[in-house]
T-cell receptor, first 115, second 115 residues
Framework: DQQVKQNSPSLSVQEGRISILNCDYT??????FLWYKKYPAEGPTFLIS?????DKNEDGRFTVFLNKSAKHLSLHIVPSQPGDSAVYFC??????????????FGKGTKLSVKP | DAGVTQSPTHLIKTRGQQVTLRCSPK?????VSWYQQALGQGPQFIFQ???????QRGNFPDRFSGHQFPNYSSELNVNALLLGDSALYLC??????????????FGSGTRLTVV
């Protein structure tokens, strides 16, 4: 049973426009939600995260929104750049007894930003 | 500052064989986690090691085992390889008792192909 779902396998956006990547989850006990970016032949790289007690976190061109009632989060990239083309993974993290638990990933969304 | 390093980068094994993958964590990190990423899927948690002991385990059979050494480096062993074990194996490191909002630091992975 998938606890973290990314229902769009791919997304294509024009350079300069907004990219919106979506993620749904089923477990209301997660402590953090994270977005990772992955290029081919590289490991996932941390991009941005949000605590479960927040509803928005912003870092430069990247903003993550969390809607706890809908168990939904989204990553907004504005403006999109060709270098943003990669696979984006949504992940959830639950901590145990004051220490970090393991990450649960979605299947990823491949973003293509066209010049 | 070296990040997470994994070896080898690529490996081809025959069904039924055994394989050992290696990981050196980021300097200062004491916890190593292993993930399996099959084609078209997100990374799946295998297990986590801290203080040379398995601390958490995902839904993987006993054919998957690991070890952590006093210098925090780790090995992942897979016995009786199946074709379905073909995947990218990712190692991630962290500090167990430092809860952060960025999860883990990942290596570039070992691509295992079972023929």
């Amino acid at each position: 049973d998938q606890q973290v779902k990314q229902n769009s396998p791919s997304l294509s956006v024009q350079e300069g426009r907004i990219s919106i990547l979506n993620c749904d989850y089923t477990n209301s006990m997660f402590d953090y939600f994270l977005w990772y970016k992955k290029y081919p032949a590289e490991g996932p790289t941390f991009l941005i995260s949000i605590s479960s007690i927040k509803d928005k976190n912003e870092d430069g061109r990247f903003t993550v929104f969390l809607n706890k009632s809908a168990k939904h989060l989204s990553l907004h990239i504005v403006p999109s750049q060709p270098g943003d083309s990669a696979v984006y993974f949504c992940a959830a993290l639950k901590n145990y007894g004051g220490s970090q638990g393991n990450l649960i990933f979605g299947k990823g969304t491949k973003l293509s930003v066209k010049p | 500052d070296a990040g997470v390093t994994q070896s080898p980068t690529h490996l081809i094994k025959t069904r039924g064989q055994q394989v050992t993958l290696r990981c050196s964590p980021k300097s200062g990190h004491d916890t190593v986690s292993w993930y399996q990423q099959a084609l078209g899927q997100g990374p799946q948690f295998i297990f986590q090691y801290y203080e040379e002991e398995e601390r958490q385990r995902g839904n993987f059979p006993d054919r998957f085992s690991g070890h952590q050494f006093p210098n925090y480096s780790s090995e992942l062993n897979v016995n009786a390889l199946l074709l379905g074990d073909s995947a990218l194996y990712l190692c991630a490191s962290s500090l167990l008792n430092r809860i952060s909002n960025y999860g883990y630091t990942f290596g570039s992975g070992t691509r295992l192909t079972v023929v």
